[in-house]
């Protein structure tokens, strides 16, 4: 299986907004993205990450690899994360 490490690419989108000198409101202009979604996005919001073409127009103008943060998870990892929240 697959996942998307959510908080990793938040972090490195931030990393590299404040690396560029940006404001939210700055990527905001260059993007069309609100600066409430790319603060969302930063501190991995899943509603966020539900939408690809918002994370992939952040990633582009930031040029930030998402598919760096895809990581392979064992089957028995998630089964085991799932039981615990259940209990």
């Not at 990393?15 to 560029?20: N, S």
């Not at 609100?34 to 509603?47: F, G, K, N, V, Y």
């Not at 690899?65 to 039981?83: K, N």
Request: one cysteine or more; glycine letters at 6%.
């Amino acid at each position: 299986m697959m996942r998307l490490d959510r908080e990793g690419l938040g972090k490195a989108l931030r990393a590299e907004r404040e690396a560029q000198g940006l404001t939210a409101r700055d990527l905001e202009r260059k993007t069309g993205v609100s600066d409430s979604t790319i603060l969302r996005a930063e501190r991995a919001h899943p509603d966020v990450f539900a939408r690809a073409d918002t994370v992939c127009i952040l990633c582009h103008v930031l040029d930030v690899d998402p598919l760096a943060f895809v990581e392979s998870v064992s089957r028995e990892h998630t089964h085991e994360a799932s039981e615990a929240g259940a209990g």
